[in-house]
């Protein structure tokens, strides 16, 4: 294809390109994505023990690449925002809370450098409807319904996404696009 009238101008020579002329990535290789998702107790930002050997894993990812972004969203579940628990507890922003208790774990834990991390205020704006990827070994938590599933933080990580306003390709879009339309960066 020319590079004049393609949708990707400037491709390098002898790079695969897809019909609309943009590279082709393939993940793994010399690629990154990983996404996580840790799951919280009803209006705690106190992420459970059970998730300390998944960062040991999830940071040597991390640091094997060092151009990669972290990305952080916190959601809370209806209940947990709602006037007047918010009220009653005085929390400002659980979800924020709990983006922020995953990027602290990362930079003072595990050393990854907070210029790579950026957060999200999600509240309960992307739900769970599917729970099939929740790992077994999580029933620990007690996850027994929908609403209890919200209490979380999603970490994905890419060396290839640095800026969810700006995804190149729809297979980025497709991963990261909702999270883009309907979370707030925040810090």
Known sequence: MLDAIDECPETPLHTVVDAKGCKIIIEGGDALEMEFSGFFP??????PAIY??????IAEKINEYPKASVF??????????????LTTFGFDSLSRNRALIIK?????KHHIPAERIR???CLNKILVT???FIDPSFE??????????QSRATLMASS??????NLKYVSYTRKYGEYAKHCEPFE
């Open 72 to 85: 952080i969203f916190g959601h809370a579940a209806t209940n947990e925002i709602d006037e007047g628990t």
């Open 140 to 149: 620990k938590l007690n996850l027994k319904n929908i609403e209890s599933k």
């Open 104 to 108: 602290n774990r990362l930079i003072l």
């Open 52 to 57: 300390d050997a998944y960062f040991v894993k």
């Open 119 to 121: 957060t999200y205020d």
């Open 130 to 132: 599917d729970t099939a």
């Open 160 to 165: 290839e996404v640095h800026d969810l306003s």
């Open 42 to 47: 009803s209006m705690s930002s106190q992420l």
